[in-house]
């Protein structure tokens, strides 16, 4: 069968109250970071990205912020609800001269009502 | 809806009995992707196909090969499935294969190995 995976970091919160959800990434020329959620069974979603040009990007009810210096990049969920519950990762684009986007561990967000 | 579409949704197969998923999108983008995710683990890159420019991963075992046949589909053929190979297959697609933006995903294919 399928081998045991690792135990994904987890963050529980309450409904309406904000999360953040943070990812330390690996090579210092990524120049594009993206944010997937991944609902159980299902494929990665796209949620908002952000470029290496940029220090913050801002959707509907999400944030990405990007520090560059300390290699550090955030999700923030607004007012959070209970169908945002989900694992989050975080993806890197590797600046190899072509698209690759290599996959944080993930983070799985619990709402309760 | 222009979308990412992956055949079967769960795959049973024995140890080491070939088996083929499949993967069509609607979106016309020139590059697909293969993952696999194993079990609360990061989606990991196999290989990539831009046009019919085929793109190993360098850690891909050779177990693992796909077949690209036009614009729409790609396959992922597994020769001699183990039980360490039992995990979620997703394919991805994006636009372009330079100018970096967001890979659109399937629904995956879920393999299991008895």
């Known amino acids: 069968g399928e081998s045991v995976g690792l135990h994904l970091p987890t963050l529980s919160v309450q409904e309406g109250d904000n999360s953040i959800i943070n990812c330390a990434y690996s090579?210092?020329?990524?120049?594009?970071f993206i944010w997937y959620k991944q609902e159980s069974g299902k494929g990665p979603q796209f949620i908002i990205d952000?470029?290496?040009?940029?220090d913050k990007r801002q959707g509907q009810r999400v944030t990405v912020l990007l520090n560059k210096t300390v290699k550090h990049l955030s999700l923030q969920i607004a007012a959070t609800q209970p169908g945002d519950s989900a694992v989050y990762f975080c993806?890197?684009?590797?600046?190899?001269?072509?698209?690759?986007?290599?996959f944080g561990t993930g983070t799985r967000l619990l709402v309760s009502p | 809806d222009a979308m990412v579409i992956q055949n079967p949704r769960y795959q049973v197969t024995q140890f080491g009995k070939p088996v083929t998923l499949s993967c069509s999108q609607t979106?016309?983008?020139?590059?697909m992707y293969w993952y696999q995710q194993k079990s609360s683990q990061a989606p990991k890159l196999l290989f990539h196909?831009?046009?019919?420019?085929?793109?190993n991963e360098a850690d891909t075992p050779d177990n693992f090969q796909s077949r690209r046949p036009n614009t729409s589909f790609c396959f992922l053929d597994i020769r001699s499935p183990g039980l360490g190979d039992a995990a979620m297959y997703l394919c991805?697609?994006?636009?372009?294969?330079?100018?970096?933006?967001?890979?659109?995903f399937g629904p995956g294919t879920r393999l299991t190995v008895l």
């Open positions: 979106l016309n983008h020139n590059v």
């Open positions: 090579n210092s020329a990524s120049d594009y």
């Open positions: 991805a697609t994006s636009r372009d294969r330079v100018y970096v933006n967001e890979q659109f």
């Open positions: 952000i470029r290496s040009n940029m």
């Open positions: 993806a890197e684009n590797p600046d190899t001269g072509f698209q690759k986007l290599v």
């Open positions: 196909y831009y046009d019919k420019d085929f793109n």
